[in-house]
């Protein structure tokens, strides 16, 4: 059985940096793209960053975190960190990891001004 589980948020202030770590069980990340999505209140749920290719050298990122965001997967192949910096308060939201089907619970990020 698959699963995805987050861990890594909290609360941070405006400006601060947090990385957060998606655990894959039942698969690796080798052969799997995957996606990093958040959801703010009241907002649809919006994807933040993607990671794919062979060696995981293919990104992609929302216009809304580009040089503030980085994604990267662990040596093991079970794991994909999003690196954030220089957060706002706009970044607030419950941050899932996503491969095909598959989601995790969430993990919140809060960042106060």
């Known amino acids: 059985q698959v699963q995805l589980v987050e861990s890594g948020g909290g609360l941070v202030q405006a400006g601060g940096s947090l990385r957060l770590a998606c655990v894959a069980s039942?698969?690796?990340?080798?052969?799997?793209?995957v996606d990093w999505y958040r959801q703010a209140p009241g907002k649809q749920r919006e994807l933040v960053a993607s990671?794919?290719?062979?060696?995981?050298?293919?990104?992609h990122f929302a216009d809304s975190v580009k040089g503030r965001f980085s994604i990267s997967r662990g040596s093991d192949d079970t794991t994909v960190f999003l690196q954030m910096n220089n957060l706002t308060p706009e970044d607030t939201g419950v941050y899932y990891c996503?491969?095909?089907?598959?989601w995790g619970r969430g993990t919140q990020v809060t960042v106060s001004s």
């Open positions: 996503n491969v095909e089907m598959t």
């Open positions: 990671l794919g290719g062979p060696s995981g050298t293919w990104t």
């Open positions: 039942g698969m690796t990340f080798r052969r799997n793209s």
